[in-house]
T-cell receptor, first 114, second 114 residues
Framework: EAQVTQNPRYLITVTGKKLTVTCSQN?????MSWYRQDPGLGLRQIYY???????DKGDVPEGYKVSRKEKRNFPLILESPSPNQTSLYFC?????????????FGPGTRLTVT | AQSVTQLDSQVPVFEEAPVELRCNYS??????LFWYVQYPNQGLQLLLK??????LVESINGFEAEFNKSQTSFHLRKPSVHISDTAEYFC????????????FGSGTRLLVRP
């Protein structure tokens, strides 16, 4: 089954404790992206990747890191989480440019930082 | 800079009634336009998109949207809604000269009542 998976689905952590949210797709997609969803703000892009070893900042990259060492994986790293990073996070992938190809979204990761 | 405005945060409607979800965008260049739907506790799914050609686009489940360039709008309509249409709907835009990213609106929650 074609899908985007994220782990964990729910995470409660404390300020400053490094964490990684994994994202994996099995569709051989070139483009991958991370978004955060906050009430009243919709989805805002954190980082995106056009292909292996090619990543770039989205609109809200502060406090986040990503890497794309393999085509299928695109982990999101929070080196020192803070309470303002409490949010619902989505990973997405598309065959190529998201303007021309449908983005497939993962089920989401709900992160709470206390 | 491009932006997307969804003025209605929530639209309550009775089953079998028509509905319109409004979306306006701002951009100085030509754009691609999208509607994504998010059912409860799920990721987003593409509902329909406008890339070029006919300004009226349709989805498989009865929704349609019309691109109006002069009014910079891409409103979503359905002549008769079902309970199962209850979800959050996001309008998104991508500029043709920066098609590697989508900008999402803040979302409209459609609540269909029996």
């Amino acid at each position: 089954e074609a899908q985007v998976t994220q782990n964990p689905r729910y995470l409660i952590t404390v300020t400053g404790k490094k964490l990684t949210v994994t994202c994996s797709q099995n569709m051989n997609h070139e483009y991958m992206s991370w978004y955060r969803q906050d009430p009243g703000l919709g989805l805002r892009q954190i980082y995106y990747s056009m292909n292996v070893e090619v990543t770039d900042k989205g609109d809200v990259p502060e406090g986040y890191k990503v890497s794309r060492k393999e085509k299928r994986n695109f982990p999101l790293i929070l080196e020192s989480p803070s309470p303002n990073q409490t949010s619902l996070y989505f990973c997405a992938s598309s065959l190529s440019l998201p303007s021309s190809y449908e983005q497939y979204f993962g089920p989401g990761t709900r992160l709470t930082v206390t | 800079a491009q932006s997307v405005t969804q003025l209605d945060s929530q639209v309550p409607v009775f089953e079998e009634a028509p509905v319109e979800l409004r979306c306006n965008y701002s951009s100085s260049v030509s754009v691609y336009l999208f509607w994504y739907v998010q059912y409860p506790n799920q990721g987003l799914q593409l509902l329909l998109k406008y890339l070029s050609g006919s300004t009226l686009v349709e989805s498989i489940n009865g929704f349609e949207a019309e691109f109006n360039k002069s009014q910079t709008s891409f409103h979503l309509r359905k002549p008769s809604v079902h309970i199962s249409d209850t979800a959050e709907y996001f309008c998104a835009v991508s500029e043709m000269d920066s098609s590697y990213k989508l900008i999402f609106g803040s979302g409209t929650r459609l609540l269909v009542r029996p």
